[in-house]
T-cell receptor, first 112, second 116 residues
Framework: GDSVTQMEGPVTLSEEAFLTINCTYT??????LFWYVQYPGEGLQLLLK?????DKGSNKGFEATYRKETTSFHLEKGSVQVSDSAVYFC???????????FGTGTRLLVSP | GAGVSQSPRYKVAKRGQDVALRCDPI?????LFWYQQALGQGPEFLTY????????KSGLPSDRFFAERPEGSVSTLKIQRTQQEDSAVYLC??????????????FGPGTRLTVL
């Protein structure tokens, strides 16, 4: 079945460092891909999405490109802030029917 | 505007008790989803409603789990005869449309269920 694999955390960075969180997927068909973020004490919220190969999703300085050839959707940010500390989840929609399949999440800790 | 709300936020149950978890989706949202999130894991799909119709319940782990959305708005997830393995955060999400890809799902804060 469909699945998402994320790098294990925690990822610990200093403020202004470059961030990459790896995400690869296995899916039938052509899913849409998402990054959701969960800040401490808050619910999941959409960070960015991409619906087809080579699309780039971006928001709040974060970017991810849908790479069909490597089945990847890595999350990047050029300069992280303390306020980016959160758990990041990569997800796909199962066969395009909105049911989301999530990875296990990657915790990011940014220190001043 | 108001987001997705869930109640209670925390629930402690003794093994064998029945529990009911409530979800109030964003007004006007057609689709509603329930997910289960175990500690340290990503959310896992339980069930999906389009208006009052339950179109997919493939993720419900056993027949002890039951969900309903009788009027196409508020939804209740019921767990009968709770077991310790049911301990998790139960997330509700809603989205606007009935079809079309990549529709954004808006999540509630979740209900943390602990079964003793």
């Amino acid at each position: 079945g469909d699945s998402v694999t994320q790098m294990e955390g925690p990822v610990t960075l200093s403020e202004e460092a470059f961030l990459t969180i790896n995400c690869t997927y296995t899916a039938t068909g052509y899913p849409s891909l998402f990054w959701y973020v969960q800040y401490p004490g808050e619910g999941l919220q959409l960070l960015l999405k991409a619906t087809k190969a080579d699309d780039k999703g971006s928001n709040k300085g974060f970017e991810a490109t849908y790479r069909k050839e490597t089945t990847s959707f890595h999350l990047e940010k050029g300069s992280v802030q303390v306020s980016d500390s959160a758990v990041y989840f990569c997800a796909l929609d199962h066969k395009g029917f909105q049911k989301l399949v999530f990875g296990t999440g990657t915790r990011l800790l940014v220190s001043p | 505007g108001a987001g997705v709300s869930q109640s209670p936020r925390y629930k402690v149950a003794k093994r064998g008790q029945d529990v009911a978890l409530r979800c109030d989706p964003i007004s006007g949202h057609v689709s509603l989803f329930w997910y289960q999130q175990a500690l340290g894991q990503g959310p896992e799909f339980l069930t999906y409603f389009q208006n009052e119709a339950q179109l997919d319940k493939s993720g419900l782990p056993s027949d002890r789990f039951f969900a309903e959305r009788p009027e196409g708005s508020v939804s209740t997830l019921k767990i009968q005869r709770t077991q310790q393995e049911d301990s998790a955060v139960y997330l509700c999400a809603s989205s606007k449309r009935t079809s079309g890809r990549a529709d954004v799902q808006y999540f509630g804060p979740g209900t943390r269920l602990t079964v003793l």
